[in-house]
């Protein structure tokens, strides 16, 4: 098993290898790991001893950044590094200043090792997941404490399966799990491990936190105006199809539309769905000032913006939900808004817990969406309740840095 995982490592490199060659995001993948190790040397002195944090993407991030920002407020002057997967995480956050931040080289036996000659941590926490047999391995026989927070399982992962001890052993070099919910702690614990709380999920405490402090957007104010909004946020090619057909049907609404994929082509597509009334962020200030202009679909094509835009809103929209799956439904919910995704929730309990208590409906088709439009337009306990729901959840940081902390 160990070999065809080493195959597999070394295939997937391959295969970014290839697609750089015409894919922006692949070509990141390799050009940002090019010298990975000089650059973390330039940074990082071993006698630093770093709180290790790794993400995979950007939600990831936001996930785990409550628990950082935390240890980093209790030990101000404990150095913190800070590591990505996938570069839509690393390209959003490599400037920020809290610690120093790189791209994971591949997990290899070398890059491993190298890695962790270099870092020397203190200690590594991974959120939610991503398991890597060389990265974990290397820190068990190093003795360095590794920590999963708002780790979730599922029955259908290999972990849990006959073929899966491979896989189990990767889990077993981790020192503590703090989980989201009972079915991971009774999962980690059907296969012998009992390292683990139930703590909760760390994306309560970002969004509620940003909630209460919103960014106030003055280009979003000055084109809604009065308007009731409807915030389409990580939309993809499928979500948008079905979107084009609202603004015909309610002319009196405003629609803004993050797309998850910010490219020309994508822009571009996006503008022919939308061809009456449509304008991008970009050029909106000053093109509807100086030509009079009263568009009703604002498209985002910048990144950044989507966790201050709910606030805007009545009603929201998360994307994803045909393809891989829906994307955060949490920060919607946490300004009080009811939320419409896609059949692909299946892997996020909080969007069957929306869907439970009245303030989200997953939807297949133009009749459902218009169906849950129509229902949530003018629903304030679905928005009372959206709010209460994320309200209710906060404090898994708290639990999660007092026990670190200690």
Not at 144 to 158: D, E, T
Not at 239 to 265: C, M, N, S
């Amino acid at each position: 098993m160990l070999l065809l995982y080493i195959l597999g490592i070394r295939g997937y490199n391959l295969i970014i290898l290839i697609f750089s060659l015409f894919n922006t995001k692949a070509r990141l993948f390799i050009n940002g790991r090019k010298d990975i190790f000089k650059k973390i040397e330039e940074r990082i002195k071993k006698t630093d001893k770093p709180i290790w944090f790794h993400f995979a993407s950007l939600g990831e991030f936001e996930q785990g950044r409550p628990v950082l920002e935390a240890i980093k407020s209790a030990r101000p002057d404990k150095k913190i590094i800070v590591t990505f997967f996938s570069p839509s995480g690393y390209e959003i956050r490599k400037n920020y200043t809290l610690a120093e931040v790189f791209y994971l080289p591949v997990d290899t036996a070398f890059n491993a090792r190298k890695f962790l000659d270099i870092v020397n941590p203190e200690m590594a926490i991974f959120t939610k997941y991503e398991f890597w047999h060389f990265y974990f391995l290397g820190l068990k026989d190093r003795n360095i404490p590794l920590y999963v927070i708002s780790g979730i399982f599922r029955p259908g992962q290999a972990f849990f399966k006959w073929y899966g001890g491979f896989y189990r052993n990767i889990l077993k070099s981790v020192t503590y799990f703090f989980v989201q919910n009972q079915e991971s702690e009774e999962l980690l614990k059907s296969v012998g491990i009992d390292n683990v709380t139930i703590n909760g999920d760390t994306r309560f405490d970002r969004v509620y936190e940003n909630a209460q402090i919103p960014k106030h957007l003055a280009e979003i104010e000055n084109f809604i105006k009065e308007s009731p909004t409807l915030i389409c946020g990580s939309t993809w090619p499928e979500d948008e199809t079905l979107l084009a057909l609202l603004p015909g049907k309610y002319p009196d609404w405003k629609f803004i539309i993050a797309p998850h994929e910010i490219h020309e082509g994508h822009i571009e597509n996006i503008e022919k769905l939308f061809p009456a009334g449509n304008i991008r962020f970009s050029v909106f200030s000053k093109q509807a000032q100086e030509n009079n202009l009263h568009p009703s679909v604002l498209i985002i094509d910048n990144i950044g913006m989507l966790s201050s835009l709910y606030q805007y809103g009545k009603v929201a929209y998360i994307g994803g939900g045909f393809g891989a799956g829906i994307h955060n439904t949490l920060e919607a919910a946490a300004f009080g808004k009811p939320v419409i995704f896609g059949p692909k929730y299946d892997k996020f309990q909080e969007a069957k817990d929306l869907i439970a208590i009245g303030a989200a409906k997953s939807i297949a088709n133009s009749a459902e969406l218009i169906e849950a439009f129509d229902f949530f337009k003018e629903n304030k306990p679905a928005a009372e309740a959206s709010k209460k729901y994320v309200a209710d959840k906060k404090g898994a940081t708290a639990l999660i840095v007092s026990m670190l902390t200690r």
